[in-house]
């Protein structure tokens, strides 16, 4: 008994949680007062990774980053649910860019050749991300929702056609160059993809059987066998 | 940056679907230390601010808006695990294999004991009191007997009617469908279908 | 549902009975499996149901083993068994993952009235205070005491009322209205008596629920 309902995305959804993290180019358009270590920290993060991520924890809880501000202009990669938070109507703390793969050129780009763009490598949440982006008010918004739909319409065919007709895997593993084109996917047309190649295969056993299918054990419970065999074969 | 820690809490859900990783307690706990910090800041600046000085504001604005997004992440981590937890009930039962038992936290092993006990109650009052197992029959039946293999060692099974089967590795056995459902799930017996 | 159940004396109505009583539970279980909402309880149905389940296994335990029409019965009782089940589970399966939307709406409904069966409500509503009593437990009694409430508004999980299903019309229903999804507009159809279409689901959840129109 899944619990298995149409998308809708909510407070718990981890999919919602993800796509809200994606990153936008944001200008601050005031000084926010004792918040420098962060910005600081951003440049730090973005030269190496792993060093900076330990220095951010620290001088974030560190109280000496008291005195250090983000001045008026400085511009920050910032996740959509924080940009979101500072760029309202009333007063907006920063103003917010478009990332570039929802932009002009790459519009051009989808709006040639859909079908065969790695959305998977552009964002893992092209459609959730964009569909939050064009809710900005910004002279791109309309464009980015009109692409998303074109975009979505292009590839469904595609995303049907594989469903129906390849076995390929879609744990998107053995991702490489000229690998299972279905790593192309993003996000939600990776799960279209698996609902999809499920009930097809549904469909054929019921025909071939008369829906006789074998009962069998729960998933949980084989998945838990697989891991009990694995372990102790390397144990 | 505020909320990374929380997100990775996240992200390890999101990257292992298919099975309940360890509970993070220290994972927790770094998160509850930054949302203390965040409003312990706030806190100063809010006093800064009602002083006269409106220039903090945009701080405490975005201080406020990590805290909620701290909690958002802890509730969603605590929230889909308990789906995960839940599901566990259906296809293994009440009892938990003590490998899967050993990852959940002190909270979690009573949260699946108090679910347990009102999804029995519920079950039990089903059809004026006769009660219905619900984790049964899920699959629509095709016949009455079917024909399975014996996968370990289970020993000995009574049936409805009295009689009694055993159960031996490798051994196939035509039996009532319905007695046999509940073993086939829990991986003892296999359906053989030909 | 007007089930007669002092009719059981005579066999022939029995059986006109029993077989109603069942199509109207295969019409509600695939009306609620297919639906992305709950709908109204039919408790009387599944009761009448398993009652009648009850008496035919009495019946059967009095005949012989190797009697062929055992076995028949046996097959029809699990058959009937399986959607009984499946049906309440659909139900419990809403009402765990809607559970805080589910009971607001509750709340606004007289208690006669209510969607789900008092054992159904009772099963809500400790599901609900049992998650938020593990919040409350693992994290919220830690958090800073201004962002310790749980906002119902914000949080609760609800139905995708917009989802496509398929349905069969039971009877000629005029005037239909679906929103397109383009701002503000509407589109009316029309549903002849036994056509078949794919709809929103939105546009005829009350259709559903007076039994004008069947979800397939």
Partial sequence: MPLLRSYTPHYFSIDDIMATQERLPCKFEVDVLRLGEYCRNQAKIIMSNTTALKVAKKSFLDPSSDDEDIKTGTTLELPYWLARALCNRNRSIVSVNIPRIYKEAYREILKAEASVVDLHRLCVYFYEFGSYLSGFNHRDSTEIGNLLVQCFKDRFRLIMDWAQNSSGDTSGSGRGAGSDPTARLDNLERGLLITGRSSWEALEAWLSQGGGRPIGPANMVVNHQKRQLANASVS | ?194 | MDVDLELEDSDNEETITAQSVLAKLEEAWMNEKFSPEILPHRTEIVDCMLEQIHQMEENLNKLKKSDFRVVIHRMELDRIRYIITSYLRSRLEKIELYTSHILEMESKRPVEERYLSPAEYKFAQEHQSHLENHFETVVLRHMPYNIRTLDKATMSVAPNLFSQVFLRANKTVNGVIVETGVEGAEEEVELDGNSQHIIQYKAIAELVKSGSVQLI
């Fill in chain 2, 1 to 194: 940056m505020f909320g990374d820690k929380a997100f990775e809490l996240i992200k390890e859900l999101e990257r292992c679907p298919d099975s309940l990783p360890a509970f993070n307690d220290e994972g927790v706990r770094q998160v509850l230390e930054e949302m203390r910090v965040l409003f312990e800041q706030n806190q100063k600046d809010v006093n800064v601010s009602v002083s006269g000085d409106a220039n903090y504001f945009a701080g405490v604005q975005l201080r406020h808006t990590s805290l909620e997004r701290n909690k958002r992440c802890l509730l969603a981590y605590l929230y889909n695990r308990l789906q995960y937890i839940r599901q566990m009930r259906w296809e293994f039962g009440s009892i938990l294999p003590p490998e899967i038992k050993f990852n959940l936290c002190e909270p979690e092993v009573k949260w699946f004991g108090n679910y347990s006990k009102y999804l029995a109650n519920y079950m039990k009052t089903i059809g004026d009191g006769y009660g219905l197992d619900l984790t049964q029959d899920t699959k629509p039946p095709k016949s009455l007997y079917i024909e399975v293999r014996c996968l370990v060692d289970y020993g000995k099974l009574e049936l409805e009617d009295g009689e009694i089967v055993l159960l031996k590795k490798n051994s196939q056995h035509l039996l009532p469908r319905s007695e046999c459902e509940p073993l086939i799930r829990q991986g003892i017996l296999q359906h053989i279908v030909h």
